[in-house]
Every structure is written in C-alpha cells, then in structure tokens.
C-alpha cells in the first residue's frame, strides 16, 4: 500500500486540489484509493461535494480514539466517492488534536496506527496535509511511503521550496524510516517568462527528483473544485485532466522507496544553490514590481479602491502608510491576528471578512520594525499560510514575520 503525503506549508500552492484530483486519477485508472483529509479546514469534503453538516464524525474522531480504550474503525467515517475512491473527510475539531493529545505516548504514529489497521484493503492512500508544521503533518509523515511537494512556479517558489525541503529534512530525520520525497510544478502559466525560467531552474537543481508532469494553470480545474468535482467527472477532455492523468501514472510507474537512502540529504544539498537562483530571478523582476508601485502611488486610489483590490491577494503587505493582512478562510467563523504589536491579544485585531467570498482582512498602521504574529482561526492559533517570511518559536512552532519600512 503506498501513502502518500501531499505537504506544503505554503497555502495557495495548489495543495489540496493536487489531492483530490490525483486520487481521483489514480481511482479512474482503476486503483482502490483512499483520500484523507488532514487539515482542519476540510477542503476535500469541500471539493467533493460532502455535505459538511452530514459529517457527524471525521478523521479527527478516529485518530483520538487511537489513545482511548475503545479505538474506532476507519470504515465508520469514509464517505463513497466512485466506486474506486473513498474519502476520510476532516473537521474543524484537527486543530485541536496537538492540544488533545499532549502527553499521550506515541501520539505522532495515531495515522500510521490507523492505516496499518486497512493494510490491504487499498492500492494508494493520499494524505492531505495541512499548511503547516505541527503534529497532523508529522502523522501523515510517520506513515507516508512518498510525499509530494507541490510548488507553485511564481515569484517567491524558490525560496519557499528550499524552506519546505529543510523543513522536510529535519522531520524525516526525525522519523523511524526513509521517505521518497519528489517536487511537483504546479499551477504552470506558460505565457509568463518567470514561470518558464523557474520551471526550467527546478528542473536543473532537482532532476529525477521532481515528477515529469507538470500541472499547468487551468480555469476547468478551478470550474470543477467550485461545482465539488475533480477535474476527471467535470471536463474529461480539458488538459487538466490531461495533467492529472499523466501525474497518476507515473506516481504508478515509480517505485515507492527508490533510493531513499539520499533522497533527503541529496534534496538539501541543493538548498544554497537554488536560494541563489531565486534570489537572482526575483532580482531581474524588481524593476517590474517597482514600476507597478510608482503607478499604484500616481493614481492614488480611494480608501473604497484600495479595499476592493486587497481581496485579490492573499498574504501580508504595505499599502501607503499601513500593512494590510489578507487570507482566505472560507468555513471560518473568525479570523484574528496576535503579534508583537498587540501584546498577543488576539481579541485586539479581529479581521473582518468580505462579503461571502471566505476572504478576510485587516489594516494596521505600524511604526518601522519587525513583527512577529500568528492567526488565530476559530480560536486555533497558526501561523499565516500566505506569509513565506517565519521564524521558530519557542514552542516548537513558526511564527510568521512582517518588517515595516
């Protein structure tokens, strides 16, 4: 049975629907697949039209039980997608399994204990991770036979590549046993010069470890996560099924484990170089984004303007005299910010979200300095998804990074 683990604590990079659509894929194909949804915000049952308020129980319920005298089975939450594919959806109750579970011996094999119990029953299992590094995600990677890194080929997908990878590094060090791990390009615009010179780089620096197939930027796939179907039900013939289907195959033609030994170091050892790489193709975009500055401080749009096209990007950023912080939780009840410059208190700096698009957001203004913070999502602290700039805490976490200027 192979596992694989889709991780990137990048949000934005296409994580989950890399999981849904592969598994779908791998189904289609004809090989009996499990999808498990291990991030809090449930986005596989999202994408694949699982009513959330029928959803009694969830992995969540399962895992914990891993420590209880009476454990559940797996087959007692696993909705039926097709005939050859099963979800294990999520809930929001994940983001408080690390607090759950402090102190239990053993809490970071609940997953592996888990599937080793379905051993057999299934060809592949597809592990959706959350945007983050925490417990869940080092679950998925005590179990996981391969993990899948997505990287969006934009702007800053070299440097957080090579934070992915160290951060990869450190927690396979820390498991019992070797993972296959492989870089995925996705979300390919052809038509931009950036995306094919950092396509052209991640194939230099990585070369057998990264998958052949590239997922290129499609409005079908988009289409089919709105509608809650993968991109092999919602348009057959479209490339992005094109994509997902050549992605599947040669998942299926690799050999899960093929020179483990090195995978890891060999991947950081390339670290440097490809931080370089990307420290020189975002030097040659400068002028570019300089340009678009001058314009946007020229036309000096209206406090109403300036608001609108803030829900456009996710992340956090300067505008005129203040930083705007901007995310995407679509199923959150609130959203809110704790940091250096409010004393932690998230209760100071709630965001406000924007009409029922699931976009949040908030405007500080900050004298110059450098700031530390967190989200705090339904009262689940984390660190911001679309922030690639962190810094280890002392809990063992990141916290994210802004600097005023």
């Known amino acids: 049975m192979r596992i694989i683990a889709v991780v990137n604590q990048k949000g934005g990079c296409g994580k989950t629907t890399v999981s849904i659509n592969l598994a779908s894929a791998l189904a289609e194909i004809g090989h009996k697949t499990l999808l498990v949804d291990m991030d809090p915000q449930s986005h596989c049952a999202v994408g694949l039209a699982v009513p959330e308020e029928q959803i009694e129980q969830s992995i969540y319920d399962v895992l914990i039980s891993t420590s209880r005298s009476e454990a559940m089975k797996l087959e007692e939450i696993l909705w039926q997608i097709s005939d050859k594919l099963e979800l294990a959806p999520a809930s929001i109750d994940l983001s408080a399994f690390e607090q759950q579970m402090a102190g239990i011996a053993e809490r970071e094999c609940c997953l592996k204990n888990v599937l080793h119990a379905i051993k057999g029953e299934y060809e592949y299992v597809i592990v959706d991770c959350p945007p983050a590094v925490g417990l869940l ?35 396979c060090k820390r498991c019992d046993h070797q993972i296959n791990v492989r870089v995925l ?22 070369a057998d470890k990264m998958f052949k197939t590239v997922v290129n930027f ?29 992605l599947a195959e040669e998942v299926i033609n690799s050999q899960a484990g093929q020179h483990r030994s090195e995978i890891v170091t060999s991947l950081a050892s390339r670290l ?16 570019a984004v300089k340009t678009l500055q001058k314009t946007q401080r020229a036309e000096k749009p209206q406090p109403a303007d300036t608001n609108a096209k803030l829900s456009d990007y996710y992340g956090v950023s300067q505008v005129n005299d203040a930083i705007a912080f901007v995310t995407l939780y679509p199923r959150a009840s609130s959203v809110q910010i704790a940091g250096d410059f409010n004393n932690w208190q998230p209760v100071k700096t709630p965001l406000q979200k924007v009409g029922d698009s699931g976009v949040w957001q908030t405007k500080l203004k900050l004298p110059a300095g450098k700031y530390r913070y967190r989200l705090v999502v339904d009262g689940q602290w984390q660190q911001d998804p679309y922030n690639e700039t962190t810094e280890l805490n002392p809990f063992g976490g990141f916290n994210s990074v802004v600097e005023v200027k």
């Not at 080092?138 to 800053?156: I, M, S």
């Not at 390009?185 to 990585?206: G, Q, W």
């Not at 809650?228 to 997902?244: H, L, M, N, T, V």
């Open 272 to 287: 440097e170089a490809i931080s370089s790489t990307a420290d020189e193709l975002l030097k040659s975009a400068k002028p």
């Open 185 to 206: 390009a996705s979300m390919y615009d052809i038509r931009t010069k950036m995306a094919r010179e950092i396509l052209a780089e991640l194939r230099a620096h990585f």
């Open 137 to 171: 995600t080092f679950n998925a990677l005590r179990t996981a036979t391969d993990v899948v890194v997505p990287v969006e080929t934009g702007y800053f997908a070299l440097h957080g590549l090579s934070k992915q990878l160290e951060t990869l590094g450190i927690l």
């Open 218 to 246: 499609n409005t079908k796939i988009k289409e089919a996560s709105s509608f809650g179907q993968p991109i092999c039900e919602y348009d057959p013939a479209s490339k992005g099924q094109r994509d997902f289907r050549a």
